[in-house]
């Protein structure tokens, strides 16, 4: 079956700093993936879709500059939190898709707690 | 340990008939939330319905409905008169952490639905 693999699964960083979230396809190539946002006691918010080899379309009120999208290989995309602050707090995770599939597979999540 | 079944992998129906998508889970909280999004072929996550563990009575939403049985662990999604725009994968989920109410979402891997016109 198709896996994504994300990684770190948790991180702590302090406020100020940027922190990179990794999504790998481990045994296919995605020439799409998801980026979601999940807040406290609310549903996956979809953040970004990025192709591979151009810019990520990002959703309304989703920040470009504060959540670096990169989508530079078929088999990884990454997401920068940038100047991160206590309220980017939150669960993120990621789904790729294979080109030609509708079906996009999750990866497994990461924590991300600014302090 | 935590897990969200969906037999079903695929289904294939007529075009208002009703059909209803199976999600059993597994858990050994006592508080938890269960959710059902839909995956319309352009690959984004749908959100449909957020149910946590104190509130078993059912819901209704225009041609959607879900039936929870905490009894049998089940949390069921129906859709009534079904349309072609139903197509889609539809995935159940189901998360444990109440004090964020977010952590570690688990999911079902997804039944495809196809409504034949």
């Known amino acids: 079956g198709a896996v994504v693999s994300q990684h770190p699964s948790r991180v702590i960083c302090k406020s100020g700093t940027s922190v990179k979230i990794e999504c790998r396809s481990l045994d296919f190539q995605a020439t799409t993936m998801f980026w979601y946002r999940q807040f406290p006691k609310q549903s996956l918010m979809l953040m970004a879709t990025?192709?591979?080899?151009?810019?990520?379309?990002?959703e309304q009120g989703v920040e470009k500059d504060k959540f670096l999208i990169n989508h530079a290989s078929l088999t990884l995309s990454t997401l920068t939190v940038t100047s991160a602050h206590p309220e980017d707090s939150s669960f993120y995770i990621c789904s790729a898709r294979r080109l030609g599939d509708t079906e996009a597979f999750f990866g497994q999540g990461t924590r991300l707690t600014v302090v | 340990a935590q897990k969200v079944t969906q037999a079903q992998t695929e289904i294939s129906v007529v075009e208002k008939e009703d059909v209803t998508l199976d999600c059993v889970y597994e858990t050994r909280d006592t508080t938890y939330y269960l959710f059902w999004y839909k995956q319309p072929p352009s690959g984004e996550l749908v959100f449909l319905i957020r149910?946590?563990?104190?509130?078993?009575q059912n819901e209704i939403s225009g041609r959607y409905s879900w039936n929870f049985q905490k009894s049998t662990s089940s949390f069921n999604f129906t859709i009534t008169a079904s349309q072609v725009v139903d197509s889609a994968v539809y995935f159940c989920a189901l998360s444990e952490d109440l004090e964020t109410g977010a952590n570690n979402l688990f999911f079902g891997t997804g039944t495809r639905l196809t409504v034949i016109p």
């Open positions: 990025s192709n591979e080899g151009s810019k990520a379309t990002y």
């Open positions: 149910r946590n563990s104190f509130d078993e």
